[in-house]
């Protein structure tokens, strides 16, 4: 179907290209007054040349905003005219100053159509036009196309005479090619509706002019229309019976369309009881296998947790077809559990906040690719396990430059339209993902959107987020896990995750007070008072990436569920170990961006800001008791407030235990929190999975009559534990020369690694990767910025810590990087070689051989900085042996003589015998 647009003032005409220059440029028109003050405010007023539709639920509704602007209009001086056409009661009613004319649509399209069009032209010029109900032409013509047909011929002809027209549609009467047909053609679309006893108006389109609260929800109240810009507010308001009216696509013969319509009727009709119960459990399983997949544990928790409702509303807010991947489903199955727990059930629906997610059906995944022809890309990229984060770029783009259908693009039209200008996430949720024992942590992007600006420049930023998700499937870590995993020739269809951002505006960015992820193990146990069993919250100020990535300076609040009062550091060390900056997103710029938090905040009229920080003062840190906060003295996010005044950790504790308990293992959560004036704290449920369960024993035992000449080196601080043996190579990237390296080389060294990786992985040889600070860090002057395809082969990961070249490590619990570790079994300690109990053997590292040429000889230039050792060569036929006690929070690794029968073997690395 062709386009029609009578958009011109300067613009481009879809339907033929033809440009008109006209001027006064449309913004610059004369203001005309909606009759509504604040109406006017909202959509910078009307211009000439606007038609405007009304979409509403009563037509009481339509007829007071069409008075106060006909009333307006007359007093103006401007010729007004009703035309009348509907049996419902009269929009208008005689006045002064007002032509009403009748015209009969009973005659059929053509008849009621040109006699509008001949109207309109003999009245001319600058007229103001109110029509009746448009929904009430379906009665004479039987046809909901033709009524689009009657706006898209008649919406031009009033532009081009520099009219203003007033029209109205009923919520929900109407198809979504007929909706979208209209909202294509007007120039101003208004939703108005009510939730309980509330009204509210959403502009959805408006031409030409922009602000910053256009397109949001605004609370029309006595006191005045208020913008809803806060998370809460907004997904409260949008989680009502309103998504149900939300039409994001029509719906075919197929087995899920049957299964859907049939439940969707005796469900909207009240007549569910009229199916019998065998056949209406068959049929809810049914549709819940369409959605979910077949994964067993999950089945089993969506038949027992998720309703009837849930599983026709997760239908009813998808956009294409499929499944909605893992990520999805392990949102919804949590915030079900949670809500449906019969002893809270009351407490939680209290403080977990409403969702109003969408999802892109795993369907729309591949028939991009079909359409784009990327599907043989995929099939190759999946069999080809070299590929260099380079060449994943021009993977990108190629993905970049694809299009969506033309139906699937009208319902994202839809779902931006139903979020305004709220910022959104838009969330890989793959088949696969965050299912048992497959948790592909950070292996997929998110992205996220601003959503600012007109409804096609969001339209525009969202699919460009789509597709970088879609490409992700693609990229090198995601490739390489699911190799290493055998999970290579699985059906990996990519679903995507579309949520709102939690949160509220501040100044000009958007972030939610608090977020994180939270574990329902705790094995990172800094003191022996904690039981590990309660749990363990990885807490940060802002967006919550920067508590699952490692970035930065930056230190997440680590709080203990059974003791929250414990810190792992003392004194002055909590200032160093804080958060210091903060990720946002800058409104007015439409990106991500990272702030530092003194700067964010230096007003100090941050709402509960006391509930976060600690106040520095004559070298003691000291929590506010007041609002009232010094904003001269050093401010460091300590969050005591919060965990001393407030049931946020409480509440988190309980919600760890219920969903873990459900789901017969250790889950991680990562959430979203705020705090209400009342200090009561509100939980946003994004993201639920199960966790790979590490389990301390008392049989692993460190010895302790290993001679100290073939200690290597020994840690005190564990998150998980385990002996290896027969360890062949250590690579080693020396902490002093890293320092002082320049920025080339610290750029590489992860690529270095990651060849290094390759090549001694694929001879099934154990190794253990050493290095500077945080391995995995975005910051390489923190250290190595290797991914995980790049250590993937390892059999532990070691920080070394040396004081004088600031390398600290992070326990990297709670991290997307510590799922890794985790899932691969690979032991991670941190060692501190400036500190004796270390035992940190310095003359093998700098005395033994560097191997590094005779593995990679083009790669010389980084031998000052990575050095491959081989054990046996460097000990004289020993190999080096791991062992690791969470019980006893100690871990040794030695060299162990290898016996005569097995010294002599061919170094494969090398493809010589010694």
């Keep these: 179907m062709e386009k029609v647009s009578c958009h011109k003032g300067g613009r481009s005409i879809e339907g033929n290209g033809k440009v008109v220059n006209s001027a006064p440029k449309y913004f610059e028109k004369e203001k ?4 509504v003050t604040e109406l006017d405010e909202i959509l910078h007023s009307l211009r000439l040349g606007d038609n405007v539709v009304w979409k509403v639920e009563e037509l009481d509704d339509y007829i007071y905003f069409a008075n106060r602007f006909i009333i307006s209009g007359i007093e103006s001086g401007y010729k007004c005219v009703y ?4 049996p ?16 009969d649509p009973s005659n059929g399209f053509d008849f009621f159509s040109s006699q509008v069009h001949r109207l309109i032209e003999w009245y001319g010029k600058k007229v103001f036009y109110v029509f009746d109900n448009l929904s009430s032409l379906m009665v004479d013509w039987a046809s909901d196309e033709l009524v689009a047909n009657f706006f898209r011929v008649t919406c031009p002809h009033l532009f081009d005479l520099e009219t203003i027209g007033y029209f109205c549609l009923t919520r929900g009467k109407h198809s979504h090619s007929t909706v979208a047909g209209i909202r294509e053609t007007t120039q101003v679309l208004i939703d108005h509706y009510h939730i309980m006893e509330s009204t509210y108006i959403h502009p959805l389109k408006v031409y030409d002019r922009y602000s910053h609260s256009m397109f949001v929800p605004h609370l029309i109240s006595d006191r005045g229309w208020k913008p809803v810009f806060d998370s809460v507010d907004a997904a409260t308001i949008s989680s009502s019976n309103r998504m149900k009216m939300l039409r994001t696509g029509s719906y075919g013969t197929a087995p899920w369309d049957t299964v859907y319509r049939k439940l969707r009727f005796h469900y909207d009709m009240g007549m569910l009881d ?3 119960e065998t056949e209406m459990r068959a049929l809810k399983q049914e549709l819940s296998r369409m959605v979910i997949g077949d994964h067993p544990r999950f089945n089993h928790l969506a038949d027992k947790y998720l309703s009837l409702e849930e599983l026709l509303d997760i239908r009813d807010r998808m956009i294409g077809s499929g499944r909605i991947g893992g990520k999805a489903v392990g949102m919804l199955l949590a915030r079900s559990i949670i809500l449906n727990e019969p002893e809270k059930k009351d407490h939680f629906s209290q403080i977990i906040e409403p969702h109003d997610s969408f999802y892109i059906g795993s369907d729309v995944f591949f028939t991009f690719m079909i359409n784009n022809d990327l599907f043989s890309l995929k099939v190759r990229l999946s069999d080809n396990s070299c590929m260099t984060k380079e060449e994943f770029i021009d993977v990108e783009n190629k993905f970049l430059e694809g299009r969506f259908p033309e139906d699937i693009i009208e319902q994202f039209r839809d779902m931006i339209d139903y979020f305004g200008q709220a910022p959104i996430i838009v969330r890989s949720s793959s088949l696969q993902e965050d299912s048992y024992g497959n948790a592909f942590a950070g292996k997929y992007r998110s992205e996220f959107c601003a959503n600012q600006g007109s409804p096609e420049d969001r339209l525009k930023a969202f699919m460009h987020a789509v597709k970088l998700v879609y490409a992700s499937a693609l990229n090198p870590d995601a490739l390489a896990y699911r190799r290493t995993r055998g999970l290579q020739n699985m059906d990996e269809q990519m679903a995507i995750l579309v949520q709102r951002v939690s949160g509220m505006p501040y100044k000009q960015y958007f972030f939610p007070a608090l977020a994180g992820v939270a574990f329902s193990q705790n094995l990172f146990r800094w003191s022996k008072r904690i039981d590990p069993s309660k749990g363990l919250i990885r807490l940060v100020f802002g ?6 990535d490692r970035v930065g300076r930056d230190y997440p609040r680590m709080i203990s569920v059974s003791n929250p009062d414990i810190r792992p550091e003392a004194g002055p060390q909590i200032f160093k170990y804080s958060q210091w900056d903060v990720d946002v997103l800058d409104l007015e710029n439409k990106m991500f961006k990272t702030l530092s938090f003194k700067d964010l905040i230096k007003d100090c009229d941050y709402p509960s800001l006391r509930m976060f920080i600690s106040v520095f003062n004559e070298g003691y840190l000291s929590d506010p008791c007041t609002n009232t906060i010094d904003c001269s003295r050093e401010m460091v996010l300590t969050f005591n407030n919060l965990i001393k005044k ?10 760890l235990g219920i969903v873990e308990e459900v789901y017969g293992q250790a889950v991680d959560i990562e959430f979203t929190a705020s705090v209400e004036k009342s200090g009561n704290v509100s939980i ?10 590490i389990t301390s024993t008392d049989k692993i035992v460190t010895p302790d009559n290993i001679k100290k000449d073939n ?43 990651g060849l290094i990786n390759e090549r001694i992985g694929s001879m099934e040889d154990k190794y253990i990767l050493m290095g500077p600070g945080r391995w995995g860090s975005s910051n390489i002057e923190l250290g190595v910025n290797a991914t995980y395809s790049e250590i993937d082969k390892t059999s532990m990961l070691v920080e070394i810590a040396r004081e004088k070249a600031g390398h600290v490590p992070e326990v990297s619990y709670g991290t997307h990087f510590f799922q890794d570790i985790v899932e691969e079994e690979i032991i991670y300690m941190p060692v501190y070689p400036d500190m004796e109990s270390s035992c940190f053997n310095e003359s093998f590292f700098r005395e033994a051989r560097n191997m590094l040429t005779d593995i990679i000889p083009e790669y010389d230039l980084f031998s000052d900085v990575v050095k491959v050792i081989n054990v046996r060569e460097a000990s004289g036929g020993a190999s080096a042996v791991v062992i690791a006690s969470l019980n006893e929070q100690s871990a040794v690794c030695y060299l162990e003589k290898v016996s005569t029968g097995r010294i002599w073997k061919l170094d494969k690395l090398k493809g010589q015998w010694h």
């Design 32 to 35: 005309i007054t909606t009759g």
């Design 684 to 693: 946003n449920i994004v993201q639920c999975r199960p966790m790979k369960s």
């Design 711 to 753: 200690i290597l080196f020994r840690s005190k601080m564990l998150i998980n534990e385990g002996i290896v043996r027969d360890i062949e190579y250590i690579v080693y990237v020396d902490p002093k020369a890293y320092e002082i390296a320049d920025m080339d080389t610290k750029k590489s060294t992860g690529r270095v690694i």
């Design 88 to 103: 419902h009661d009269p929009v208008l009613k005689k006045m002064d100053g007002l032509e009403i004319v009748k015209v």
């Design 646 to 655: 407030t049931d946020f950790v409480a509440s988190m504790g309980e919600i």
């Design 83 to 86: 035309v009348r056409f509907a």
């Design 274 to 276: 009229s199916i019998p």
């Design 543 to 548: 967006l919550g990436t920067r508590a699952v």
